[in-house]
């Protein structure tokens, strides 16, 4: 069966940075696009960034210059450098994969809590 293992999360301060884990495991025969995806209370969820499986990427703005995405097929893992955390930044942190065949997954969620 085919999971989504993200890690991690956790409390940081303003200004302060973590780096959180996507891996793949499974039955699988290829990871397609991937992407990170967060949402805070009151909010819908919305798409952080994404990549391609060549490495194309992608932002939203809020994150532009802060946050890295970034993987490695061959792990089948994706990760997410978050520089210069915000409040705002707030929020369940989820992975979402695209698999052979067009399958999508997610991931269980990690939580991401900046405050000072």
């Known amino acids: 069966q085919v999971q989504l293992v993200e890690s991690g999360g956790g409390l940081v301060q303003p200004g302060g940075s973590l780096r959180l884990s996507c891996a793949v495991s499974?039955?699988?025969?290829?990871?397609?696009?991937m992407g990170w995806f967060r949402q805070a209370p009151g909010k819908q969820r919305e798409l952080v960034a994404s990549?391609?499986?060549?490495?194309?990427?992608n932002y939203t703005d809020s994150v532009k210059g802060r946050f890295t995405i970034s993987r490695d097929n061959a792990k089948n893992t994706m990760y997410l450098q978050m520089n210069g955390l915000k409040p705002e930044d707030t929020a369940v942190y989820y992975c979402?994969?695209?698999?052979?065949?067009?399958?999508?997954?997610w991931g269980q969620g990690t939580q991401v809590t900046v405050s000072p």
């Open positions: 990549i391609t499986r060549a490495g194309t990427t």
């Open positions: 979402n994969a695209n698999l052979f065949l067009s399958r999508v997954f």
């Open positions: 499974g039955v699988i025969f290829r990871v397609d696009d």
